[in-house]
């Protein structure tokens, strides 16, 4: 019988593709935790070795561990040493087909970073895929040196390219190795019609809107054709600060909402937890609607400006509560990724 593959690189690839040392604090410290709790022999069998990598359905245990909401897994067809058993969706589909729609997942998303594994015909790896055009795909890859995709690393013949600090192959050589790749939930639901985030104008005629006196106050492009709007409630706007990011298809992508510290330990404590309950549930998409009403109840006590910091993964988003520094003051920030 043959055995299940395991792919390297699979438990210490950032999802967002950050080179080594530049990853986000919340990051650091869960990789931290995950190798403490891989040194057991149990915590192995869940989540995979750090020294020699994972399968599948170890890999995509330790995405969520690793405070990402659950991937749509992706999976070529033909890969009999290849399992996804314990891995909630899997769609299989062949390779070719599996590359093109990651082209069309990159093409339709702005901040989409995913994550996808390989077979050479004799060795498993993971790397991040960051971007794609017409001529294919950029990757960041774990492994230290040259990337295992590239010419004289692998026994497939791929011949990935340097491109900066990251790699490059092209869609034919990805067809070749690909075995699968992880998805965000709510830009495979939008892909294939379903209910995703919020759209903009959805928002604009919601009661949270309509109740708050929200308006648009302008815009800035964070990316080409990718929008940041800065908005602003009908009352104590200098102490409230209300972004959302839009994505291609207009739609909620991602919403800020800051509360100047000082405010909210005084006057401001009531309003600021009707409002942050209520931001919570007008930008969360439909798959998050009912676990977002618990949340936003349970983290309003963080909103005070001594709490902690707050990081809850849910079906499609995460919420997340930390302070940001503003004018030289803390502000207590709440924010929603649509990742």
């Not at 990011?245 to 009531?270: V, Y």
């Not at 963080?302 to 520094?325: F, K, N, W």
Request: some cysteine.
């Amino acid at each position: 019988m043959s055995t299940e593959l395991v792919f390297g690189g699979s438990t210490t690839t950032p999802f967002g593709g950050t080179a080594p040392g530049q990853a986000a604090p919340w990051f650091q410290v869960l990789e931290q935790a995950f190798f403490q709790l891989t040194a057991t022999p149990e915590g192995r069998a869940q989540y995979g070795d750090p020294s020699k990598g994972a399968t599948l359905a170890q890999a995509w245990r330790t995405a969520q561990l690793l405070g990402v909401p659950p991937r749509v897994c992706l999976l070529a067809a033909g890969q009999p040493r290849a399992s996804a058993d314990g891995i909630a969706r899997v769609i299989t589909m062949s390779p070719a087909d599996l590359v093109a729609t990651l082209n069309v997942l990159f093409s339709r998303e702005a901040r989409i970073a995913t994550q996808i594994f390989t077979f050479d015909g004799r060795t498993g790896h993971s790397v991040t895929l960051l971007h794609a055009d017409a001529s294919g795909f950029t990757f960041h890859d774990p492994w230290p040196g040259d990337s295992l995709l590239s010419k004289h690393q692998n026994a497939a013949g791929i011949h990935a390219q340097h491109d900066g600090q990251r790699w490059r192959l092209t869609s034919a050589e990805l067809e070749t190795v690909i075995v699968a790749a992880f998805v965000p939930p709510l830009a495979w639901a939008e892909l294939i019609g379903q209910a995703g985030r919020v759209r903009y104008q959805d928002l604009q005629a919601s009661d949270f809107w309509r109740f708050f006196h929200i308006r648009e106050t302008g815009r800035a492009e964070a990316e080409p054709g990718v929008p940041v709007v800065q908005l602003r409630t009908g009352g104590f706007a200098e102490h409230l600060s209300l972004i959302v990011r839009l994505s291609k298809q207009d739609s909620i992508d991602a919403a800020e909402l800051r509360i100047r510290g000082a405010w909210l330990a005084g006057a401001g404590a009531p309003l600021a937890a009707d409002l942050a309950g209520n931001f919570l549930k007008a930008m969360a998409p439909s798959v998050d609607r009912a676990q977002v009403e618990p949340i936003a109840r349970a983290i309003l006590e963080h909103l005070h400006p001594a709490g902690s910091e707050v990081r809850q993964p849910m079906a499609g988003s995460i919420v997340s509560i930390d302070t940001a520094m503003l004018d030289g003051a803390p502000w207590r920030s709440l924010r929603i990724d649509c990742l």
